[in-house]
């Protein structure tokens, strides 16, 4: 056997790639299971952006790029960040990376020295605490219940700053319970931050496109520009245009830090996919009637399963701002007995009964930082979602 790097034994693998897995494993044995883990649009890539890819293609942009990414992208990232956030940067302040997901991983191991700590709120994205970890910081999980609506207040911010306090993660729109930062939350949040000059903010905006709430999105940059020299904010095309597979995400911050994302990245991998950064130009440049219509799917679906979950007794759901998932509290589950005379303990035990007696796939609460709850996800179709609410209500009714 090998001896592999604390890095690697210390970490999980996602525990929403493990679902999916399971899922898969499960409809090869024949089982029909109704799928609510998926972590990414059920859309395809707009046909308008694959044909600038082929462009791209046609057009010779088959070479290296600059470490830091096209200037045609980060142009369309830099007028994007302006004209939705409000957000002023050079470009020269924009990186781009691989998807969201590794910018934010390389923008950790750039600044974490063992010991940093990182505070997480949870319920949180399942990758932060772990690329938090594989990167010798040590995540500080701060609880943020359904009673302050999943979210970080500055009372629980400040409390949980120390001198060893590196970064704090935000993510607006959050993945798993859709909730969203208003711009005076996150300039509540500023006020703290910048009396601690020490502490930077992570702001994952991944989901920031899709958008439900009344209240117009915003991000701490925007609204708070004193925080210049400590905020990374990210974002990234995958689910905001059905591009998971094409790999570019990008982010906003001070220029050392941006400098220093760009050192890593040129001995990592010397820059993210030229034809799919040429893709991402033109999406994030062209028109976004896609993304509306996108929009309004994801709404009409999100309503519809906010509505089926309510009306079953066992559960109870707040209405997401955004993103495309729901995070119901399974609290009235807990206690019960399944059919089999199985104690339902907690919401793993909720999720595999789901799972077992109902064929309905839900990732739980825990592998979020909260129980008892479950998520699940919008990015599937409105028949598989009445289905599979069908289906939970009456694994419900069964209980006793
Ligand atoms: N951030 C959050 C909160 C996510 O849920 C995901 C994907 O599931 C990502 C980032 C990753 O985005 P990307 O595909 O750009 O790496």
Known sequence: RIKLASRVTNIRVSPSTAAAQKVRDLKAEGREILNL????????????????????????????????????????VQHDFKTRLNIDCELNEICVGGGAKQVLFVALMATVEEGDEVIVPAPYWVSYPDMVIANGGTPVILTCG????????????????????????????????????TADELRAL???????????????????????????????????????????????????????????????GPLDLINAINKLQSQMSSCPSSVSQAAAAYA????????????????????????????????????????????PSCAGAIG???????????????????????????????????????????ATSMEEIEAACGKIAEACAALK
């Not at 929009?295 to 009306?311: G, P, S």
């Open 37 to 76: 883990t998926v972590g990414e649009p059920d859309f395809d890539t707009p046909q308008t952006i694959k044909d600038a890819a082929i462009a791209a293609i046609d057009a010779g942009d088959t070479k290296y790029t600059p470490v830091n990414g096209t200037e045609e992208l980060r142009k369309a």
């Open 146 to 181: 359904e009673d302050v609506g999943f979210k970080l207040t500055p009372q629980a911010l400040e409390a949980a700053i120390t001198p060893k306090t590196k970064w704090v993660i935000l993510n607006s729109p959050s993945n798993p319970t859709g909730a969203a930062y």
């Open 190 to 252: 500023g006020d703290v931050l910048v009396k601690y000059p020490h502490v930077l903010v992570m702001c994952d905006e991944i989901y920031g496109r899709i958008w439900y709430a009344d209240f117009k999105p915003s991000s701490i940059l925007g609204v708070c520009p004193e925080l210049k020299g400590q905020a990374l904010v990210s974002n990234g095309i995958s689910k905001s245009y059905a591009m998971t597979g094409w790999r570019i995400g990008y982010a906003v």
């Open 284 to 327: 994030l440049t062209a028109d976004q009637s896609g993304v509306e219509e996108a929009v309004k799917v994801y709404r009409a679906r999100r309503d519809r399963a906010h509505e089926l979950i309510n009306a079953i007794p066992e559960l109870s759901c707040t209405l997401p701002d955004g993103a495309f998932y729901l995070f």
């Open 336 to 378: 019960k007995t399944t059919p089999d005379g199985k104690l339902i303990e907690n919401d793993l035990d909720f999720g595999l009964y789901l799972l077992e007696s109902a064929g309905v796939a839900s990732v739980h609460g825990g592998a979020y930082g909260l129980e008892p709850y479950f998520r699940i996800s919008t």
